[in-house]
């Protein structure tokens, strides 16, 4: 996933899985 501007670490977190 391409991280958005609210919760982006957590969108990196899952592509990182």
């Given amino acids: ?3 958005n501007g ?3 670490e957590q969108d990196i ?3 990182k899985i």
């Fill in 1 to 3: 996933k391409i991280a």
């Fill in 6 to 8: 609210s919760g982006s």
């Fill in 13 to 15: 977190a899952e592509a």
